[in-house]
């Protein structure tokens, strides 16, 4: 079962920081580009980062540039996003997607997991 | 405010058929990139539904298609159902923005 599990959500002070998970198995992670998509409450699906198969190349939207890291480890299946300098704008459900290498649109996608920045 | 404008909502009675449109412009639909489709039913993470523009992912039901033209692309139901009901995205890429995705449209099924 093709199958992709978020950890790491929970309640950060602003300007605090946060490491998420994302764990894959059922398909050949290597051969995917992976995402973080994230849906703050009550609103629509913002792209956060991308990362390529082998992580030769990143993208970042510019609401995250400079504060969140995506990295991944292909031998762990597993993909990281580390987020810095959190804001109360950063809350939201973030989820991780996978896109086959070459292509854009997202399939898998994770349950999500939630991160709320608050005092 | 999203790069791709969606409908804030669309509603149809069971059977009947209903549009979802996703206008763009020169830098990403008019640009020539494919538009995807997502539905997201409530309280579960988004699906798959639509990719490159008119294809349907396996399990996906033939009442549910896709079309582009310029720098817009729609989302069609035929048939509609009352699991129809949800939120539904659509995504592209965007020269400057990198990938991008439409504010979503609640369908109601009445």
């Known amino acids: 079962e093709v199958q992709l599990v978020e950890s790491g959500g929970g309640l950060v002070k602003p300007g605090g920081s946060l490491r998420l998970s994302c764990a894959a198995s059922?398909?050949?992670?290597?051969?995917?580009?992976m995402n973080w998509v994230r849906q703050a409450p009550g609103k629509g699906l913002e792209w956060v980062s991308s990362?390529?198969?082998?992580?030769?190349?990143?993208y970042y939207a510019d609401s995250v540039k400079g504060r969140f890291t995506i990295s991944r480890d292909n031998a762990k299946n597993s993909l990281y996003l580390q987020m810095n300098s959190l804001r109360a704008e950063d809350t939201a459900v973030y989820y991780c997607?996978?896109?086959?290498?070459?292509?854009?649109?997202?399939?898998?996608w994770g349950q999500g997991t939630l991160v709320t920045v608050s005092s | 405010q999203s790069v791709l404008t969606q409908p804030p909502s669309v509603s149809g009675a069971p059977g009947q058929r209903v549009t979802i449109s996703c206008t763009g412009s020169?830098?990403?639909?008019?640009?020539?990139?494919?538009v995807h489709w997502y539905q997201q039913l409530p309280g579960t993470a988004p699906k798959l539904l639509i990719y490159g523009n008119s294809n349907r992912p396996s399990g996906v039901p033939d009442r549910f298609s896709g079309s582009k033209s310029g720098t817009s692309a729609s989302l069609a139901i035929t048939g509609l159902q009352a699991e129809d009901e949800a939120d539904y995205y659509c995504?592209?890429?965007?020269?400057?923005?990198?990938?991008?995705f439409g504010g979503g449209t609640k369908l109601t099924v009445l």
């Open positions: 997607a996978g896109a086959v290498a070459g292509t854009d649109w997202f399939d898998p």
């Open positions: 995504q592209s890429y965007d020269s400057s923005l990198r990938r991008v």
């Open positions: 990362i390529s198969s082998s992580s030769s190349y990143i």
């Open positions: 020169s830098s990403n639909i008019g640009a020539g990139y494919d």
């Open positions: 059922g398909f050949t992670f290597s051969s995917y580009s």
